[in-house]
Every structure is written in C-alpha cells, then in structure tokens.
T-cell receptor
Framework: KQEVTQIPAALSVPEGENLVLNCSFT??????LQWFRQDPGKGLTSLLL?????REQTSGRLNASLDKSSGRSTLYIAASQPGDSATYLC?????????FGAGTRLTVKP | EPEVTQTPSHQVTQMGQEVILRCVPI?????FYWYRQILGQKVEFLVS????????KSEIFDDQFSVERPDGSNFTLKIRSTKLEDSAMYFC???????????FGNGTRLTVT
C-alpha cells in the first residue's frame, strides 16, 4: 500500500525567502505526482502535476521535481509571499486512486 | 475555467440518517472520485468510478457507502445510517483520463450529530 510522507509538517519563514517542501513515497510504480494547495476550510487547488516519465515541472515561482527511483519529490517556492501561506499537499497516483501526504502547513510572515 | 461543483456546501444530519452528497464533475471528464478529510487529518481516498462502475475502493468504503451516476452529469455519494465518525469534509474530484490532473470540488462539510 502506498504511503506518502511530507516533511516538515509545518514551516514558518519571512517573506522573500526561497523554500523547499519535501514529499516521499514508498511505492515507486506511480503514474504521476501532483502538488496541491489547500487554504483553511477550502478545497484543493492543483499546483503542478509531474508525470512518472518527467523529472520536473515549473509554474511561475513554483518548481516541482520528481525522483521516482528514490521515491521523492520536492516543491520549491521562490521569493515567498504572505499569500503563499496555506497547506501544501503532495499526492501520488498508482492506479485508480491518489494517495495524499498529511501536508506541510506553510506560514509566510510579512 | 470548468469546475467541479458540489452541493450542499454543508450538511447536518442526525446519527442513523441517510445522506446523499452531490457532485457535478467537469463535463468531458471520464474518471470520478470521492475523498474525505476528517478535521485535522489527511485527505483519504474513498472510491474511484469509471465507465459506470467502481474501479477501486479503499478499506473505508464499506457497505455503508455507495456511489451512483444517475444521469449524464451528476455523481453522488450515499452514506446509509450515518455515524458520528462520518463527520468530515467530503471532496469530489474528476479527471479527463488516467494520469491527467485531478480537479477537486470545494467539498461538502458533513456534520453528524
């Protein structure tokens, strides 16, 4: 059974810092990996999707990498802003489901 | 941009009652999912649905739960005889094909009293 772990559980940084969120998974036979953002009490917003054949994806200040063989992904956020404060979720798709990590709760202080 | 829509946004029910949570996936999507998130916990997979049948379900999705696509647009989750521990946010999601991005609705907050 796929297990997804995210480190750290919480992170607080001053505005402007670059930061890295980590995700690891136990079963490397994945279709893809997706990063989501969740604001308190809200749904999940897709940020980036990396297919199993890809090594990274970029969108604006966000860059996600995937090392399938080692079961790891990172989400890099450049020049963080207070509006980036949210919980970031990593999710891995193996077959017909998607398994989520517990998330990293990010706070960016002005 | 097309969205997954869920109704109601909040449902309060008494223990033992049946509830139906409704979702309208994005129109050209073929794969549909239900997830739940108990307050403060992980998002958990419940069930996936393709070609009018369940393609995979988790250990959470027991006989208390059922899904249906009653027409060409709606996708419903029925919970029979609700329990206190069913209180959670329930998310519907859809995707166009296997491996494409998963799109989530805003969720239905179910409170069982």
């Amino acid at each position: 059974k796929q297990e997804v772990t995210q480190i750290p559980a919480a992170l607080s940084v001053p505005e402007g810092e670059n930061l890295v969120l980590n995700c690891s998974f136990t079963d490397s036979a994945i279709y893809n990996l997706q990063w989501f953002r969740q604001d308190p009490g809200k749904g999940l917003t897709s940020l980036l999707l990396i297919q199993s054949s890809q090594r990274e994806q970029t969108s604006g200040r966000l860059n996600a990498s995937l090392d399938k063989s080692s079961g790891r992904s990172t989400l890099y956020i450049a020049a963080s802003q207070p509006g980036d404060s949210a919980t970031y979720l990593c999710a891995v798709s193996n077959n017909n489901d998607m398994r989520f990590g517990a998330g990293t709760r990010l706070t960016v202080k002005p | 941009e097309p969205e997954v829509t869920q109704t109601p946004s909040h449902q309060v029910t008494q223990m033992g009652q049946e509830v139906i949570l409704r979702c309208v996936p994005i129109s050209n999507h073929l794969y549909f999912y239900w997830y739940r998130q108990i307050l403060g916990q992980k998002v958990e997979f419940l069930v996936s649905f393709y070609n009018n049948e369940i393609s995979e379900k988790s250990e959470i999705f027991d006989d208390q739960f059922s899904v249906e696509r009653p027409d060409g647009s709606n996708f419903t989750l029925k919970i029979r005889s609700t329990k206190l521990e069913d209180s959670a946010m329930y998310f519907c999601a859809s995707t166009e094909y296997r491996g494409s991005p998963l799109h989530f609705g805003n969720g239905t907050r179910l409170t069982v009293t």
